[in-house]
Every structure is written in C-alpha cells, then in structure tokens.
C-alpha cells in the first residue's frame, strides 16, 4: 500500500495530462474542430482529473489510502460493467446475421425462389436492358445539399421503378404522371376520397402494388386515393407536397408521421432554404406540377450518382465493419469503455416543437381551406416491439395534435398492440418496413376510422 501511495498523485496527474492531449487531439486534429461540442465533456473530465491529482498532494497518507481504494474499486466495476455490455452486444449481432440466413431459407421454402441479393444498381442495369424507362426510388431529402433552381417534391413519371427488397424480391411501381405510387388514372377523377402523404411507409416501401397502404385503401373503399408518399420525407417536404399538389376535389387528407426518423427529418429540410419559403411565405409555390420534365432530367442525372455514391459507401462500411470485427479493435473499445460511455451519453437536442407544431398549423389550415377533413396517423418502428423502448416525443406529438383539434389515429394502439406477436408484421421479424400483414392492417384501420 505504501508503493501505491507514492505512486498514486503522478500516476493520475500523467494519466489527466495524456487523456487531456488525446481529446485535444481528437477533437482538434481528427475532427478538425468540428464536433468540439460533443468532447466538451470529457475536457471537463480531464479538467477535473487534473485538479483532482493536484490535490491529492496536499492530504493526508490516509485520506490518500481511501481513495486508492475507493478508485481502484470504482475502476473494477467499470470494466466488469464494460464486460457484460460487451458479452450481451455479441450474442445480439450474432443473432441478427443468423435471423438474415434464416429468412432467405424461409424465404425460399415459402416460395422456391431464391432471395434476391442484388444491389439496386445491379438490378437496374438488368432490367436496364429490357426497359430502357426504368428508374430508382430515392430520397428527395438527398437534395438537401445540392444546389438546383427548383426542389423535387417527386420522382421520375411514367416510369418502372424499382424500390426495395426486405421481403426477398425488389418491389416495383409504375409510377403516375407526377411521380408517385399510383395508377395514371387516380389524377382525372373527379372526386379523390383519400390523399395520402408521409415518407416511404405511405409509397409502399418493398412490397408490391396492391399491397401498400394506398391500393388497399382503394379497394376497401372503392373509392379513389392518391398516394403523395415519398421515401426520406419529413414534415416540411410533406407539407410543401400538399402546397403543390393538393386539389380542390380531396375529400380526405391523411398526414402519416412515422416515430422512426420524421423529427430528425425535420432538422435536415431546415437547412433547405426553398423549403423553408413555404414556411415564410404562404403564397409561394415552385408550380412543380408544371416542371415535370425538368423534374425527370434532374432525377435522372441525380439517381445513379447518388446509388454508385451510397454503394461506394456500402464497401467503405463493410471495411469498417472487418476492421471493428477484429481483435485489436474489441481490445481498445474495450480499454476506452465504448460501450459504457454509449449506455450513458446524453440524449439528444430535443425535437424541434416549434417547427412540427407550425407545420402541422398551416397543413390544418391549408386543408380546412381546401374543404377537405384532416387526420393524423401516428406510425410506430420496429424497435418499440423489439427492445426495453422509451419514445419521450410520443407525448409531445400527441399533445401537439390535440391541441390543433385534429383527430389522431394511434397505430400502435389499434394494431400493433393488439397483436399477440407485433414483430409478425415486419418482415420475418426484423428490422424495416411493414410487411404486407402490416401495411393490409394498417390501411383497414385507417379506414375504419375515417370512413363515418
């Protein structure tokens, strides 16, 4: 004890003094300055170290004695903490590889197919050659950081397009028009029953036509719908597609909030200035109705870079997930107790209130112009069935949408919930979209709902 006396004030002193170098380092060097924000914790750490080892000099041999024990108790259980998060975070990732091979061998029992484990790019240079009117389902949010004279609210018209494969084959669409998931014919009818607008669980995300939201909806009611749903879309892109798009003859508007992602959503379309004029100017338009074949040039020289860019990122992600995989890699995650430091870190900045509250205002009040009648449905992810799961901004939308007096149909209650196993109704239980169980459910309810 009386070695680890002598030795305990430098020994923390040289330790506060390096740690305060590497996260200088790392946040000035790596990052450039950057994420400056995001260390300004552990320079407080550090800081406090330091100070702490400076005033270990000054107390007694057997204050000194306690803390000792004290610190070394404190660092023991760090790492046996650290252990077990590492011991449960294996078995988790190993499970989610083995529930992928076993639901392409469901998958193929089911059907005698094989799974499809083409890359979009692969499978649309081979439909390619049959179709040459063949495109991709893409994020609109991806224009986010480009700078173009208009903003594209839709996708390519008139067109096959290929989607996405959760299910074991790529869905695809003939899209309308404008862009969208619909028959060409859903435009010249004289009344439209349903106008649906929301992200890529509204466009029928990875499953076919007539199983998406929209489809089932037109054939329950008999009646006409129009599916306005894009993938990657937030509230503002959202509301700016019902500016645009909204017709006198829509009886009923569906707004879709999906809890997954739509507030982060939100804080990426406020770096858009076009898209934030619809928020300051109640009379600006893009009149991109009228801009369809300068919204199809633009799609169609953004798509394949946009694909051949996220597929380079795809071989970059699996580098880093060879790298993360290996011994050196677990051995300093583990001596820097990575997984200990994620289980305590900070939530996130809150959700923009304001904002989605705003929104919502004048999608009320722009709906309620048009004579049409408003309903909010509120969409739950996969992890709320999957994991000990805590949404703090399901209260806040909810409270929001009651406030503004428009009715909210809660999915996870009037579906999900009722379902003995909720997971069923995503693809072999895993994580994604819904699958056509889910989307068929989802679309009854809805339905029943609104249909007074």
């Known amino acids: 004890m009386n070695f680890l006396k002598r030795i305990f004030t430098p020994t923390i002193l040289t330790i506060s003094i390096l740690l305060l170098i ?222 645009e798009y909204l017709n006198p003859n829509v009886k009923k508007v569906i707004w879709f909030y999906f809890e997954g992602n739509d507030l982060q959503n939100l804080k990426d379309e406020k770096a858009k200035k076009i898209l934030i004029n619809y928020l300051n100017d109640l009379n600006f338009k893009q009149n991109i109705k009228f801009k369809q074949k300068e919204i199809d040039d633009l799609n169609r020289s953004t798509i394949i870079k946009e694909f051949d860019r996220k597929e380079r990122e795809k071989e970059r992600e699996k580098d880093e997930k060879r790298k993360k995989e290996s011994l050196k890699f677990k051995i300093l995650k583990f001596i820097k107790i990575y997984n200990t430091r994620q289980s305590i870190t900070p939530s996130p900045s809150s959700a923009p209130a304001e904002e989605i509250k705003q929104i919502l205002q004048l999608t009320r009040e722009l709906v309620e112009k048009n004579n049409s009648k408003l309903y909010f449905v509120y969409l739950p992810e996969y992890y709320r069935y999957k994991i000990n799961y805590d949404n703090t901004n399901y209260s806040l939308i909810k409270n929001i949408v009651n406030e503004l007096n428009i009715p909210f149909i809660d999915i996870h209650k009037e579906v999900f919930k009722k379902e003995q196993n909720s997971l069923k109704l995503f693809p072999f239980e895993l994580p994604g979209h819904y699958n056509v169980e889910g989307y068929n459910k989802v679309a009854e309810i809805i339905y029943k709902l609104t249909s007074n």
Not at 46 to 51: H, R
Not at 59 to 79: P, R
Not at 85 to 98: A, M, R, V, W
Not at 118 to 143: A, G, Q, T
């Open 22 to 243: 590497y996260i200088f380092y790392k946040s000035e060097i790596t990052w450039n300055g950057e994420n400056r924000i995001y260390y300004l914790t552990y320079y407080f750490i550090s800081l406090l170290l330091i100070f702490f080892s400076v005033f270990t000099f000054f107390i007694s041999q057997k204050i000194k004695e306690y803390l000792i024990i004290i610190s070394i108790t404190l660092v023991v259980t760090l790492y046996l903490f650290e252990g077990y998060l590492s011991f449960i975070e294996q078995p988790s990732n190993k499970q989610l590889s083995n529930k992928q091979l076993l639901k392409e061998q469901l998958y193929e029992k089911q059907t005698g197919n094989k799974w499809d484990n083409r890359s979009h790019l692969e499978i649309y240079n081979d439909l390619k050659k049959v179709n040459n009117e063949i495109s991709i389902s893409f994020h609109l949010i991806d224009y986010i950081n480009k700078k173009h004279s208009i903003f594209p609210l839709s996708g390519i018209s008139n067109s096959k397009t290929i989607y996405c494969n959760e299910n074991g084959y790529y869905s695809t669409y003939q899209s309308d028009r404008y862009g969208f998931n619909n028959p060409n014919t859903e435009w010249d009818e004289k009344k439209i029953e349903y106008l649906l607008v929301g992200d890529s669980f509204v466009d029928g995300a990875c499953v076919n036509r007539p199983n998406d939201i929209g489809s089932v909806l037109r054939s329950i009611s008999n009646k006409s719908v129009l599916n306005l749903g894009k993938a990657g879309n937030g509230p503002l892109i959202e509301y700016a597609t019902l500016r």
